[in-house]
């Protein structure tokens, strides 16, 4: 065996070895973000919680300007793991360290006008819910499908606010809006986090009731 094939092959028993020595759920994360950013679709599906599979299927498969594409989370050019965020009996959030790829420098070589100085990748922070659904077996949980049901309902509701029905948004605010999805957000031991996508239609609301009383103070 010629030196370079010996140090290639050391190098992959390595990170065999590695992996292999990873706690299951940090191995499932792991695997996850490892097949994701080489777009290889079966790994995805085998490091996710089985109940997600479908919907993840679907994500994959989708044009990437889709809502159900752009409901995961960036794809990955490498990937660090930087610790357990949070822990209950049968989950864990996994922080991690994502490179991903710049959209900015390929898009403007694309319309002929190549913007220089800037970089063509780009770090972010993202944290991952992995789940236990029995005995050893760990996967990753998106919930998409809750994700996809808050972006249709926020779709609705920005309908109605522009078609001026404000009271029967304010009604649905206030009974109808679904629960956060049970992602890399969703933790126990921490600080309930805010939900942002309440904020922000109560924010529009707000803004269009506002307008709405000026102009019948004012008048014709």
């Known amino acids: 065996m010629s030196p370079s094939a010996r140090a290639s092959a050391l190098s992959i028993s390595s990170l065999l070895t590695a992996a292999a020595c990873m706690p299951a759920p940090i191995r499932a994360a792991d695997t996850w973000l490892t097949a994701y950013a080489a777009g290889e679709g079966d790994p995805m599906l085998a490091a996710t919680v089985p109940e ?12 990437p300007t889709s809502r159900v594409a752009l409901a995961l989370p960036p794809r990955p050019v490498e990937h660090r793991i930087i610790e357990v965020a949070d822990r209950g009996p049968d989950w864990q959030i996994v922080a991690l360290e994502l490179t991903i790829e710049n959209p900015l420098p390929s898009a403007s070589r694309k319309i002929g006008a190549p913007m220089a100085g800037i970089p063509e990748t780009r770090s972010v922070r993202q944290r991952l819910r992995v789940e236990n659904y029995g005995g050893d077996a760990w996967g990753v949980k998106l919930d998409l499908d809750q994700v996809l049901k808050r972006a249709r309902f926020a779709e609705e509701l920005l309908l109605l606010i522009a078609e001026g029905q404000l ?12 629960e956060p999805p049970r992602d890399g957000h ?35």
Do not use: H, N, W
């Open 167 to 178: 009271t029967e948004v304010r009604a649905r605010l206030e009974s109808e809006i679904p």
């Open 52 to 63: 997600d599979r479908t919907a993840l299927e679907a994500a994959l498969r989708a044009p």
């Open 186 to 220: 969703r933790g126990s031991s921490e600080a309930p986090r805010p939900d942002r996508l309440l904020e922000e239609l109560e924010r529009r609301l707000e803004e269009a009731e506002k307008l709405a009383r000026s102009s019948t103070v004012s008048g014709p």
